[in-house]
């Protein structure tokens, strides 16, 4: 069964990553300043691994990272969405972004980053979602505040220590 969900926004569409988003995703997580966060860059094989990690996750969770595209050109402008992911062995719904470098300040992280969130609470079946952040990525943190999300706690991950940012669902 084909994952089909797209969500869209006044500027973005929010779909499913597909293999063909390799290359213009190669923009996006190879670019250094981008994941300068992240212990290295990726490369194509890191790439098409993202992808194939997104779309068993679509089949396994019912839902993953989505490619991010400009409503009116088609740009291909990074991915954002939710994932599993572990913190101090207990799993939790993560929501994240990586937006490409030329497009940064004009709001699109915190744009895809709402409408992930509505759809996680109006769809999933979880109390809360988390979003991990190394204390010096200033950038995503303040994503995450204006999407609400408040220091939780703190973690390790990678080697790094992470703030592990949370938001509840509203009432």
Not at 14 to 24: C, K, W
Not at 63 to 89: H, K, N, W
Not at 124 to 143: F, G, K
Request: charged share 25%; with cysteine; hydrophobic share 40%.
């Amino acid at each position: 069964m084909a994952f089909d969900l797209l969500l869209e926004t006044d500027r973005l569409r929010l779909r499913p990553l597909v293999p063909g988003d390799a290359d213009a995703l190669l923009g996006v997580l190879g670019d250094g300043e981008t994941m300068k966060w992240y212990p290295a860059p990726f490369d194509r094989d890191g790439v098409g691994q993202w992808i194939v990690r997104a779309l068993e996750s679509y089949a396994t969770n019912g839902f993953g990272l989505l490619a991010i595209e400009e409503r009116s050109t088609g740009a291909f402008l990074g991915d954002c969405g939710p994932t599993i992911q572990f913190v101090d062995g207990e799993p939790h719904v993560e929501l994240g972004w990586h937006v490409r470098r030329d497009r940064w300040g004009e709001g699109i992280a915190t744009e895809g980053g709402a409408a992930c969130r509505d759809w996680c609470f109006e769809t999933l079946a979880t109390d809360h979602l988390i979003s991990l952040i190394r204390p010096e990525n200033r950038q995503s943190w303040r994503v995450a505040e204006k999407l609400g999300f408040t220091i939780w706690r703190q973690t390790e991950r990678a080697g790094y220590r992470h703030f592990v940012y949370r938001l509840d669902r509203p009432p």
